[in-house]
């Protein structure tokens, strides 16, 4: 079957590669129908995520069909529509049954990092009950590639863990595809203002049409003053959604007495904290690897209609034409590309 | 009436003052029967605290008897016994109204610092109705002097930030007063280890008799290490009790994922937060200048003998002995003074 | 001044009355705008309510304009447009403190209970500044009435004590303006579904032009079948918005397992709490007199324009047709009218 | 193997069984060490519970050694001493994901009840890796059998739905096992009050023993009165603790305004709501059948010494003494028996 394999830093070809194969009762064998491109695709590139060695098939998000199934599996059958998370949980370990799944002693971020991922043909799921979910009658399955991980990366590192309530002022930093998300589930909890902070106008625009009440462009660095001014005094909650200290400071600095951070972006580099201010502001700072706790959550509202993913939806391809997905996604400031389907079958 | 003065950088001095006068509705006089001194006094004197001018007499915390009330003061009366909470709160304002006292707009920390203090013999006292609490009957008025601001400082900032339950594994880092008044109120949660960890081995001891499970020295810098391997993987919550970036580090170092670090201390500078590691960690910071919120229920928490603040007490002085107490205060570390009391009347 | 007045069970007069005046330091006179009738005005007039006495100004609702203040009040002065909350909070006592304003040991619902009201041309405020809101400028003063009972009753009571998240199958029983106004601020949470059952047909209609995503008659009784076939198995949350025995049964039946019954309704008898079936059934059921401790987060949501409390009003008179307005209130099956504003001024 | 049976309404017998085996991949076969009786058996026996039907061996609670274990069974291994959940869980269904156990769709409360139990010898164990505990280290398992069902049916159903918090004042009505098991977790918060309501002067006793800073006899009727008095306005926290409508009504009538009744109690009628008085008390009312999801934690609390489950056992017994176990605690009122042990191996 044809994959995109990683080949070492900076290198990814298309390569004819074997079935996989059940290896576990827990296993299930998907045969992928929709995948798309992530952000932390393009880090395994640049070299940036050791775990993912040279060789792997990338890829951690995607709507399949199951093929085959272990003995242990009882939640999904051959023929069954699937969503399949980006993260593996057994269902089983301390971090699984409290809602962790992200530290999964068995699962975790493991697709397309530590095992051969999605951007292929089939790909083989371990803890297959705890890690597909059922796509529900009629659902548009292109829509539904968006939960695979963007939107619960955006809904629980930044709503949920920026408590967000009705009549709340956000400030969303960074208006990529995750800062999208963000916005998009933020709106679940009828927030009074959702300001947008980012460079690039093009998103900021994006950002309006899907919600935003107000876009900040930080291209003359004055985000920060623009902020407090509209809000009298900061916000109740700071998302950030890009991973770089400049970014972070600016939520610091927009924060408002008694407000929440919460970090989305993944960071390489140490941030300042600046706490001989923030010690007595009464803030909340979270970090926090995605879960996919909520996924059922996020698909009945997807399925009631309250949110519409595929709007972050905005290049389509085959599989064969995955080097040419590559390139739209990686160039997005050129293309406006945010998320691309990738079309497997 | 005789004070005690702070008069700029380094100097302070006993004075003679005229006693305060009722000037708004809202106001009592409080006779100070019982005050302490606070480690913040000492920040203040080594000019750290520019909003507290030269001439200001100090002091937050105090046990006293209302003198005299305003018009409209009718939760306390001439003659109640009343404890001094350190922060001010009008109980109007959007933060007053939603339990932030310490940002109140009319109040927070002023006393001792933008308003005379109670290192003195009388104190006018704003907001009264909202800022003084009636001793309960048969009270131990020596007890309730850590009410004020060390017992609800080191529970709200610690152990409710820290969000402790039963069986949790928590490390104190650092075992002055205000890290004991954690450990103290730490244990109405029943957590499984309290880890205190210091450089002062007196201190260690004192935190082992009031309830430390553990103690652990740092001086030769290697707490982490032996943090992370009596707990096998880090603590559910770290509570940082001194306020500098090295202290913050250690939290930063020991917190497990899914952790929390709760910041207590006065910081000077700003710390290195180390995101490329914790971006993934699920963690929770979290900073608060003390509310005093709870000083209904910790007032219960006494009464009922849930807790004894009295063991953080260490040495008692009268007011004109207030320059010894400083000194006695000043040299803990050769003293063993945690903290001290005051008989002013 | 004119003036609706009970005059025991089962009557009412337009009486001529003198001006309030400031009996104390936080008292406001508030020249009422416009005011409204709420069901339990009916509930006075039928001699439901014994702390209310013959002699009473009825009405507990209202926008108005501050005419004097008393010597203590400091957050609204002369000229200010305030909404008037239908709860009187002193500010200080411990319930007020923890946020149970209904519960305040001088105020509560006092207002055309147990002193006069607002359905008139001027009204004495207690604890004016814990009990009035400025109204942001630029605001619909006839929307606002709705937040001075109504909005916050069926926010706090029902959704809030609801524990309504993203996704959830909520059921309203009960279509009459408390339940529409459950219905309205549901939504700030966005379920997936919102079922309404009523008997009135009218107001289903209206429910759906609210919101509601399906409406269920259960004037045959059937509601329940309904209801359970509807959702597989029940509903997350159950608000019950009548007040009668048999509404809380249907909210007992179609309560899922791990669900919440919110009640809302002011019941005149007790139920029956089928305990011997809902034991093992992981249930919560909250009641709740309005704190209106959400007024500052509703004022948010009506001013960003997360909601349209308008939509509530169905018929509008002048102070002097007060009479004509209760009765069409009164007659609310026949006239469809919701809630009905009164212009006094 | 030696087992003791239920043999339809009022019969039991000690029969001679042929030992279980692995039927499913989850499966584990466990040898019992050591097993108690419940209060549900006796329900059981006299036929209350429709669902266990003659033939099926007793008992839901116990310590023992995994003899053998299925192919899919990964947290668990042959020779591991092991708590036994009273409630059965897969780990994977949608009430698993969210913590409530109790309603899992292929478990729940079926040892015992649906399939045969723990009081013989060997035991099958479905879903063993996410219903089997590994026994700590050097713990003492008399006291671990306590963790079966017991206390985390106190805890979860009693004490964290009764959101319990420091300086509290609650309630536990019914002082037999199951409140008395109620009363041990209730202390890991630190309530200011714990009043014992009951008939049974002995229970009373040992509830004072263990904790409860009063106890009231209920044998003239009184205790609500006596309560009222004690508590100055009701309590914060009403704990249902024996299952009829009489004590359920004991804390509608002593819940304060803005409390919890936390129904533990399994009840086989329904219970009169005074809904027309507690409409506007701000209570909340919860029923749970043991989740069972706070035995790790239970687990840290046993071993770090917060908690003494042993205080609970009154007699010990072999297995072959099995029916005169049953005799001791079915006369619980002359024998003073709480919790009995059957040493099953």
């Known amino acids: 079957m044809e994959a995109l394999v990683y080949q070492g830093h900076g290198k990814k070809a298309v390569e004819d590669r074997p079935m996989p194969e059940v290896k576990a009762y827990t296993d299930a064998i998907v045969k992928v129908l929709k995948t798309t491109i992530c952000g932390t695709d393009l880090h395994i590139l640049k070299g940036d995520v050791p775990t993912c060695e040279p060789g792997r098939i990338l890829g951690h998000e995607g709507v399949g069909m199951v093929e085959t199934i272990g003995a242990g599996v009882t939640a ?81 590192c930044g709503v949920l863990n920026g408590k967000i309530t009705p009549g709340d002022t956000v400030a969303i930093v960074g208006s990529g595809p995750i800062g999208l998300a963000a916005l998009l589930t933020a709106q679940f909890y009828s927030p009074a203002e959702i300001i947008m902070v980012d460079m690039d106008d093009n998103r900021l625009e994006v950002a309006k049409r899907l919600g935003a009440t107000a876009a900040v462009s930080n291209r003359d660095g004055k985000a920060v003053d623009k902020v407090m001014q509209m809000t009298g005094g900061g916000v109740d909650c700071a998302i950030e959604a890009v991973g770089v200290p400049a970014t972070f400071l600016v939520c610091e600095d927009i924060v408002a ?67 040419d997905a590559y390139d739209t996604f990686g160039k997005a400031a050129h293309t406006k590309a945010l998320k691309v389907i990738i079309n497997a079958a």
């Open 257 to 323: 007495p008694g407000g929440t951070i919460a970090n989305i972006g993944v960071h390489g580099v140490k941030v300042d904290l600046h706490l001989e201010r923030l010690w007595a502001h009464n803030v909340t700072i979270t970090t926090r690897l995605v879960d996919t706790v909520t996924t059922p959550m996020l698909l009945k509202t997807v399925q009631s209609r309250k949110i519409d993913p595929k709007q972050l939806i905005t290049h389509r391809f085959t599989l064969d034409q995955i080097l």
């Open 76 to 156: 999904v059958k051959p023929g069954d529509h699937v969503l399949i998370s980006c993260i593996t949980s057994c269902g089983k370990c301390d971090y699984c049954r409290k809602g962790m799944y992200s530290h999964c002693t068995t699962g975790g971020w493991i697709l397309g990092n530590r095992i051969d991922g999605t951007q292929t043909e089939y790909v083989r799921i371990p803890h297959a009950d705890t890690s597909l979910y059922r796509v529900p009658p009629g659902a548009d399955e292109e829509a539904l590639v968006m939960l695979s991980d963007i939107l619960p990366t955006g809904f629980e």
